[in-house]
Every structure is written in structure tokens, then in C-alpha cells.
């Protein structure tokens, strides 16, 4: 249901309805908590808020900006004291196509001068505005509106301003037959004759709505009697809101301590959850896998590489592209996504692999091993969610945001943009199901991988990027004990781990389509500015 119906629905009920002041999207929200139907944007409170008087001092754009916070925090409608409509029929029509473009439900106008004075500061000094006038603001309001159910009321100052009850009931009957969908009748009078007179004579010809604040003691039973549609509770969580700060202050300024106020004020705790808190910790889980799930990630960089004299004094990690190492590019790629927990497993000329944000596991045995021993000697590090890259690829950033938010044990990502020329270096996958040019189908499986793979087995080149859960570390650990019990443990590869591993558990497989490159050759490295 709109927002603007739910209003109208509690305008035109049989029984006498609430609705509670508001002064921006936190006080909303503890409203609607409350268990109120709807909300009452006081101009007094919201003006308030701002620190300035009740006098159109804020702009009706500023008070727009605050009421879209409180729309957005709520589920519940709004209704606006939009004051005199903020100038003439053609400000109001403006008004009004703003306030439903933020889902207001509807906007109370008063008939008086634009500025407004508050109706409680010399009441009798502030002029009315012609009836015919505020009609035609009633009527521009209607015409614009585009919701069928964008309710507008029509508040009646003839009390307030000194006027009897013949004048306050003449404007009433004016405002109604212009299109308004209620009246709300003010006074400033301690108890409720104004009121009664009015409900006297007016005969429930049309909705009626009051803000009881000068006439609070009048029992709330005497409303249902009267036939009111509505009352508002109009300015007093602003008035609650400055009275607990005063005093807070004024005890800290005091005591020059928390002691005597912490246990009398909300929690922070509380605070997060009126903001959400929660929901958007789902949603990083949802959105952003990495600050939701603390993933952490291994590169394995001890290899020199075979880049003649590229690779001479470095590891071919720190080759540059773009102006960055291959190694400094991965690390930014980690921490876009909240990864900051990063292992890296150097070798060759580990003293030059210099970074603050890393922690370092030295192979000493760099150039009698493979990959797979600097794997197993960061066993240590594969965790709940760790991904695990290759140190002399570059891909984009993409390529880990779908690799994070894949929910199988083990996940490789895996190249369908391959080919068979030069694969000495490659890693050639083949599958559960051929990839058929669908980049999201589900449900592929790794059943080999090897760098010597026939043609029509090849499915695909792994990357040398993949990630595991919770259980699938635990199964690439296992794998990892098993395997380095082999006498050649020291020469296997990543390969040999995958191969042990779906003899006993499946391997997910994520397509790609390009966007990646390993350094094998000088080509490999010229190509790369193009990642």
C-alpha cells in the first residue's frame, strides 16, 4: 500500500487516529517503532533540529533534504507542516511535486502570510491570508498532485489570530469545497473550547484534525466524542530530545566524567541497530564476501622466473606493468575488497620484496621446488576463507569479486579464452560439463588438469587463482599431508594437489572470459599494459 493511501485511510477512519512528530530519520524511525500509523513533520521541530527559529528561516529544500531521510528510515507515512506552502499557488505546486517524488504522503498548509510566526508568538499580531488566496493554494496543490491519494490539509489559524468561530467556520467550509481532504482546526486555549464549539456547529460534514498541545489535559476520550479524525502529538520528542541533552551536558560539563550519565543514556549498541547496522553487515556478506567472511589470501612469488635478463636480480613478481609490480598490483587488488590479511611466499631475492602490509614466508629451497611446496609451507595461513593467486599473473578486478562470491569448498577460476599454442606454462582443465559459451552456468566440476592435456579434453586454462571455504581448507590441508609424503612432493604443482583432491571431493570450476595474463615470456610482460 502507498504511503499516501495509508495516510488517507487513517484521515478517513471511524475511530479517532495518531499520528507523532518526527525531526529527522532517527526520531522517524523510533516513532514508527513506537507503533504510530504515521508521522507529523513538525515545522517548529524540524526548524529545531536545524538550530534556526519556526519562521521559514530553513528553506523548503532544506527541509526536503531532511524529510527524504526520514521517508527512507520509515515505512510509515508523513505528513508535512509545509507552513503557508512556502509563497504563492505556484510554490505549492512545486512543493507538492517534490514531496511525492520523496514519498510524503501529504502536506498541511496554514492559512496565514508567507513568512509564517509560529502560532504560540503573538498570535493576534499575525495577519490571515485572504481565503480566496489560500483556496487557490488548496487547489493548485490538487491539481498537481500526481498520486490520486496525496492528502492535503488545510489548517484553519482564525483562533489563533483573535478571529470567532463564525470566521474559523467559514474558512473551513471555503477550504473544504477548494479540494482539501481535511481541516485542522488550531487553538491555543488551555482546554478545548474552541474545539468543542467548532465540532458543535461543523457536523462532521468533512475530516477534522487538532494538535492538542496548549489543551493536553482535555482526556483523549472527549476527542472520540467530538468525532475528531485525527489528533497530533506535534512537538514533543524535540522538546524530549533537548531536555535530556541539556542535562546530559551540563552533567559532563560538570563532573568532567562519564560516570554519572552513561548508565542513564542508550547504549551505542542501541544506536547501531536504529541505523541498520545489521542489515548491512548481511549485505557485505552478500555484496562485499571479503569484509563480510575476514577472507585472507596466500601469493606464492618465490620463483626467479625465465626471463633472462629481466629476472636476473628480481623475482619475477616484482616486474613492473603500468608502473607497478605484478606483486604491488595483486596486493591493491586484495585490499579494493577488504582483504588485508596477505601471506606471500617469497624465494629468489626475498630481501627485495619489501611491503609493509604483508607478512612473509621464505622458501629457502626456491629452485629445487615447485608451487606446491611454497603452498604447504603457508598451511598454516589457509583459514576459513582464504584465496590463493599465483605471483606473476595480473587479472581484473572483477575476476575476484566472482570469485568471492562463490560459495562452493573449492573454487578455481578457469580461462574458457584458451589456446593451445606454447603450453609449456599453461594449466589445461577439463570438466563435468564442456563450456558452451554460457559465462554463468552452475554446476561445473574440475575432473583433471595437466599441462599436457589433448585437445578435445581441454575445457579451459586455469589462471592460478582459487579460493576455499571453511571444509575445504580443512581438505586441502589433508591433501597437502598426504601428498608430502611423496618423495617428488617437492617437484608437484598445484595441479597434483587438484587431481588428489577430486578423487575424494568436487572442485568447482568459475569461467572467465579473458581479462588475465601470466608473465612467461618478455610477450607476456608487453602484453600486460593491456589487463
Not at 577488504?338 to 606471500?344: L, N
Request: overall charge neutral.
Amino acid at each position: 500500500m502507498r504511503k499516501s493511501t495509508m495516510l488517507k485511510n487513517i484521515i478517513n477512519s471511524n475511530e479517532l487516529e495518531f499520528i507523532m512528530e518526527a525531526h529527522n530519520g532517527l526520531s522517524a524511525k523510533i516513532v514508527e517503532e513506537a507503533g504510530f500509523k504515521g508521522i507529523w513533520g513538525s515545522g517548529l521541530s524540524l526548524s529545531a533540529a536545524l538550530g534556526v527559529r519556526d519562521n521559514n528561516e530553513a528553506s523548503w529544500t532544506q527541509i526536503l533534504d531532511v524529510l527524504e531521510f526520514m521517508s527512507d528510515a520509515t515505512s510509515i507515512p508523513i505528513l508535512l507542516d509545509g507552513d503557508t506552502g512556502y509563497g504563492n499557488f505556484n510554490n505549492m505546486r512545486r512543493l507538492v511535486r517534490k514531496l511525492e517524488q520523496r514519498n510524503i504522503a501529504g502536506v498541511c498548509i496554514e492559512d496565514k502570510l508567507f513568512p509564517k510566526t509560529n502560532s504560540f508568538i503573538g498570535g493576534e499580531a499575525q495577519p490571515l491570508a485572504d481565503i480566496n488566496e489560500f483556496a487557490g493554494k488548496i487547489k493548485a496543490a490538487k491539481d498537481t498532485q500526481i498520486d490520486p491519494d496525496f492528502v492535503v490539509v488545510a489548517r484553519v489559524e482564525a483562533f489563533i489570530a483573535g478571529w470567532g468561530l463564525n470566521e474559523a467556520l467559514r474558512r473551513a467550509e471555503a477550504y473544504r469545497l477548494a479540494g482539501a481532504d481535511a481541516v485542522l482546526i488550531h487553538s491555543k486555549k488551555s482546554n478545548s473550547s474552541d474545539i468543542e464549539a467548532f465540532m458543535k456547529e461543523w457536523n462532521n460534514r468533512h475530516p477534522v484534525v487538532i494538535v492538542p498541545t496548549k489543551y493536553y489535559s482535555t482526556p483523549t476520550d472527549r476527542f472520540r466524542e467530538l468525532g475528531i479524525a485525527l489528533a497530533i502529538w506535534a512537538n514533543h520528542n524535540i522538546r524530549a530530545t533537548i531536555d535530556i541533552i541539556q542535562r546530559t551536558s551540563k552533567q559532563i560539563f560538570k563532573d568532567q566524567s562519564l560516570i554519572n550519565v552513561e548508565d542513564k543514556v542508550v547504549s551505542v549498541s542501541e544506536i547501531f541497530r536504529l541505523q541498520g547496522a545489521e542489515e548491512l553487515k548481511e549485505a557485505e556478506k552478500k555484496y562485499l564476501p571479503a569484509t563480510g567472511k575476514n577472507v585472507n589470501s596466500i601469493i606464492l612469488a618465490a620463483s626467479q622466473g625465465d626471463l633472462g635478463e629481466l629476472t636476473k636480480e628480481i623475482p619475477k613478481t616484482l616486474l613492473e606493468v603500468n608502473g607497478k609490480s605484478l606483486l604491488e598490483t595483486q596486493i591493491e587488488n586484495y585490499n579494493k575488497v577488504g582483504i588485508k590479511d596477505i601471506s606471500v611466499v617469497t624465494g629468489f631475492e626475498n630481501n627485495k620484496i619489501a611491503f609493509t602490509n604483508i607478512q612473509s614466508i621464505n622458501n629457502n629451497i626456491y629452485n629445487k621446488t615447485k608451487e606446491l611446496y611454497s603452498l604447504y609451507l603457508a598451511k598454516d595461513k589457509i583459514k576459513d576463507n582464504t584465496v590463493i593467486s599465483y605471483g606473476d599473473i595480473i587479472f581484473r578486478s572483477y575476476i575476484l569479486n566472482d570469485l568471492l562470491n562463490d560459495n562452493s569448498d573449492i573454487t578455481v577460476i578457469v580461462d574458457a579464452d584458451y589456446n593451445t599454442k606454447n603450453n609449456k606454462h599453461k594449466d589445461f582443465v577439463t570438466n563435468s560439463k564442456q563450456y558452451n559459451k554460457d559465462l554463468y552456468q552452475v554446476g561445473v566440476q574440475l575432473t583433471h588438469i595437466s599441462t599436457n592435456a589433448e585437445n578435445r579434453d581441454i575445457h579451459g586454462e586455469f589462471i592460478g587463482l582459487w579460493k576455499v571455504n571453511k571444509t575445504g581448507a580443512n581438505i586441502v590441508k589433508q591433501a597437502l599431508d598426504t601428498l608430502s609424503k611423496n618423495e617428488a612432493f617437492n617437484k608437484m604443482t598445484s595441479n597434483d594437489l587438484f587431481n588428489e583432491i577430486i578423487k575424494t571431493h568436487p572442485i568447482a570450476v568459475k569461467y572467465i572470459k579473458g581479462s588475465w595474463i601470466d608473465i612467461d615470456t618478455f610477450v607476456d610482460l608487453q602484453n600486460a599494459n593491456k589487463i
